[in-house]
């Protein structure tokens, strides 16, 4: 229910002439502008990706002990002797001190202040029935009583991401299904472990009627209300898989928007195609902006009166949508191209690498992308290099300068595809699309799941030497790849 059952994602039901313009009109009130006013959390200009765990080391612990002394006298100084102007800073190891301890506050979540919090308004519904207002506002008076969670601009952290995603509640009519669905939900875990994102695993319709690709959005909307800690939600379907386990969210490049997903301008403008967006994989800012987009992103789903009347204009807009059902991927691209300045200016289009990619162009390269990878490492001992888990992000980003390099002399150096999508594979029901065997698609799986799988066992010293082999594993010996051995 939680996949989209055809080839890419889809659309949206619109209600009577009347309710769309006092909706619109609505949002024009509330301008639909985002990032709010400069002391919003919008508007903090960079980007803390370090987390709590990984700054708060040894040495910040060490070198606060061994600067207190030199704290100290520096301040005395600074009473017996007037200060120079032109020194108006502490030495910059005290500063370095100083960092160091103010980025190592670990959220604490063993206090609930006593004080009111939109929480404890009995008018606030987690249902999208209900529209939430003054959100924004709302998430910066939680923060502000529970400082640990925030930013030091008095916003959430920007880096602050919950992964939802979900499946259905009952057992899958694929007799592999259920395996292949804890397949897919174990390598989003692995992501989020090694990248300190949460995850919210959703299995029940939290509004019945919005089932199949619409059931996406009242589990997103809910986990904005839990999560007000969370700048960003990151839906992603069911049937993707991260295939490159490395890569890190550009999240600073998303600075201004509201909601990112993966699509090509050109597609949608020129060509109007029912493809040029895919809303299986998004992320959407936790803000008042994008719980109004998302109550008319919605408001043609199945529970609207005028579903099937949005089904029709959908399928008469986009002439290679293939199926009449009014669908989430449908409503967006009508949005965006006739209300580009209500949602134009917010929505950000990823085209520049895999924000989520189609698995039929994906399968095939694997093994070429692992010799590729293999090949970089025989003349890189750092990279080889053993290490823990908890640091994995500092190798992701030397093999991000490393295949930088070799990208500029040839054309070997492409990275591993960020996300892998099976649009139209269902593997829960087995109903796949015609252009393709169930087998291309159960195999293409395994696969992707095991290709993924080596990244994450490597850090445990095991791998899968063949990636249709998953119950089979080889240990790694030490300095694994010096004698370019694939």
Not at 28 to 57: E, G, N, Q
Not at 171 to 188: A, E, S, T, V, Y
Not at 302 to 315: A, I, T, V
């Amino acid at each position: 229910m939680f996949a989209s059952p055809r080839w890419h994602r889809h659309g949206r039901p619109a209600a009577h002439r009347e309710l769309r313009e006092k909706r619109l009109e609505l949002l024009r009130r509330l301008k639909m502008v985002s990032p709010p006013d400069a002391s919003s959390h919008h508007h903090i200009p960079s980007l803390l990706r370090a987390r709590a765990s990984h700054i708060f080391t040894d040495g910040c612990v060490f070198l606060g002990g061994a600067l207190m002394a030199l704290l100290m006298v520096w301040s005395f100084s600074a009473f017996v002797s007037p200060p120079n102007p032109s020194v108006p800073q502490p030495p910059a190891e005290v500063q370095r001190d100083i960092q160091c301890r103010e980025k190592a506050r670990v959220p604490d979540s063993l206090h609930d202040p006593p004080e009111r919090t939109f929480y404890d308004d009995p008018g606030l519904s987690y249902t999208m029935d209900r529209p939430v207002t003054d959100w924004d506002e709302k998430r910066k008076e939680w923060l502000k009583s529970h400082p640990s969670f925030s930013s030091s601009g008095g916003g959430g952290r920007l880096d602050r991401v919950v992964l939802v995603t979900g499946s259905q509640s009952a057992p899958c009519r694929n007799k592999i299904g259920d395996h292949l669905l804890l397949r897919f939900f174990k390598n989003k875990v692995d992501y989020c472990r090694i990248h300190g994102c949460d995850v919210f695993y959703n299995n029940v319709l939290l509004q019945p009627k919005m089932h199949s690709y619409w059931a996406k959005y009242p589990a997103v909307r809910a986990a904005m209300l839990a999560h007000p800690e969370a700048e960003w939600i990151w839906w992603v379907d069911s049937d993707a898989i991260f295939t490159d386990m490395d890569f890190i969210l550009p999240l600073d490049r998303y600075e201004g928007y509201n909601l990112v997903v993966h699509g090509w301008p050109h597609l949608v403008h020129d060509k109007q195609s029912w493809t040029a967006i895919n809303a299986g994989v998004f992320l959407i800012r936790n803000c008042q902006w994008s719980m109004d987009f998302m109550d008319v992103w919605a408001s043609s789903g199945p529970q609207s009166p005028d579903y099937e009347r949005w089904g029709n204009l959908f399928s008469t807009t986009f002439k290679d949508k293939i199926f009449p059902e009014s669908d989430d991927q449908s409503a967006l691209i009508y949005l965006i191209l006739n209300h580009s300045e209500l949602y134009q200016d917010n929505i950000y289009l990823e085209g520049e690498y895999y924000f989520e990619g189609y698995w039929v162009e994906i399968v095939a390269t694997l093994d070429n992308i692992t010799r590729r990878y293999a090949e970089i490492e025989v003349g890189d001992v750092a990279l080889r290099r053993r290490h823990a888990e908890k640091v994995s992000e500092f190798y992701g980003l030397q093999w991000q300068r490393r295949l930088r390099e070799v990208e500029s002399n040839s054309d070997e150096g492409r990275r591993r595809p960020f996300v892998t999508h099976f649009t139209g594979c269902e593997p829960c029901s087995g109903d796949h699309n015609l252009m393709y065997s169930g087998e291309s698609c159960w195999s293409g799986m395994v696969r992707a799941l095991n290709f993924a799988d080596n990244q994450v066992l490597r850090n445990y010293g095991f791998r899968h030497g063949d990636l249709l082999g998953s119950a089979a594993v080889e240990a790694v010996p030490f300095d694994y790849q010096a004698d370019g051995r694939v």
